[in-house]
């Protein structure tokens, strides 16, 4: 059984050292590392419209980070978040701009959530399903399911459902916009959903059989099939968990901000929530700390860009996951 202590350490130290290093690397500018990181804090959780920004990034990368954590507890390394977060985003998007206008908005907001979860859930199955009955590798499959899905939304927005000059898919209903926390902020109410889907993660991973289970299964898959559970079903049922979280971030992009599918919008997503769940040791309740971090982080380094280059923190953030990589107990 893993000691808490070194559960503590391993994060606290990569993080310093990513700290150490990007102060050196604001050195090198020209610039007080102090400073910087002073100016970092008041620029984000000094002010409204700062926090509301640090809050909304949060969110999209506590559920990215939950659909990796969730399959590599079943020891499945589900690198498909990008393509799943993009089908969810998508469906969301047609769904909710094709929903009747008299739909009822909480049933309005709960379809079209759950339309792109559903996309996402049956992406990641797709890549469950090729490992159980061909043996194929997930992180091969969900690299390529990646370029595919990428593909697939790209030809239709283009080539059908994009308005006229320009790159986006008509505005969804009203009726399925998640209110903003406060005015001028891109921080919604989907927060709630991000922090019960994590609590769900953890409920279903440590409180049910179901989540012992899949657990036994990624610790020992041979010794999981003789005692008579069906690891391929848990391949299955993790996949598709992680699927459905990634699709869901489209309740934060889709219905709570951008209100409409538009080229680009998921860039990076999926690989900065690898990022995330590999600093929380894929424990869904540290997920909430790391994606804070890692949320801080983006928007920080955004912030201070006109004193020193933002590349800066995004270098940062590689440093923090090599270490953790690095000093994780085999």
């Given at each position: ?186 921080a919604n109410y989907s927060v709630l959903l ?39 079903m848990h391949t299955l049922y993790a996949m ?91």
């Amino acid at each position: 059984m893993q000691k808490p202590l070194p559960r503590i350490v391993t994060p606290a130290a990569a993080i310093t050292g990513g700290l150490l290093l990007s102060a050196l690397l604001i050195m090198a500018a020209g610039r007080n590392p102090l400073a910087m990181y002073a100016k970092m804090v008041s620029m984000t959780f000094g002010s409204t419209y700062g926090t509301g920004q640090v809050i909304f990034r949060t969110t999209t990368l506590v559920l990215a980070g939950l659909a990796v954590a969730i399959p590599f507890r079943a020891k499945l390394f589900n690198i498909g978040g990008e393509g799943q977060i993009l089908a969810g985003a998508f469906t969301a998007a047609v769904t909710a701009a094709f929903l009747p206008s008299w739909t009822p908005a909480p049933a309005a907001i709960a379809i079209a959530a759950l339309a792109g979860a559903a996309a996402g859930s049956a992406m990641g199955l797709s890549a469950g399903l090729l490992k159980v009955r061909y043996g194929v590798n997930e992180v091969i499959s969900t690299i390529m399911l990646n370029f595919i899905i990428q593909g697939f939304t790209s030809y239709m927005l283009t080539n059908h459902l994009a308005l006229p000059s320009t790159a986006h898919t008509p505005d969804i209903i009203d009726a399925t916009i998640i209110p903003a926390l406060w005015q001028h902020s891109p921080a919604n109410y989907s927060v709630l959903l991000a922090g019960g889907t994590t609590l769900a993660g953890y409920f279903l991973l440590f409180r049910t059989r179901f989540g012992f289970e899949m657990r036994a299964c990624g610790l020992n898959a041979e010794a999981a099939a003789h005692a008579g559970i069906d690891t391929g079903m848990h391949t299955l049922y993790a996949m598709a968990a992680g699927g459905a979280a990634a699709g869901l971030v489209a309740a934060n992009l889709v219905l709570g901000y951008r209100h409409c599918f538009e080229a680009g919008l998921t860039a990076g997503i999926g690989f900065t929530g690898i990022a995330v769940a590999l600093l929380a040791k894929a424990h869904p309740l540290w997920i909430l700390p790391s994606a804070l971090l890692f949320g801080f982080m983006e928007y920080g380094g955004l912030s201070v860009n006109a004193y020193v280059p933002k590349e800066i923190f995004m270098m940062m953030q590689a440093v923090i996951i090599i270490m953790v990589l690095v000093m994780q107990k085999k």
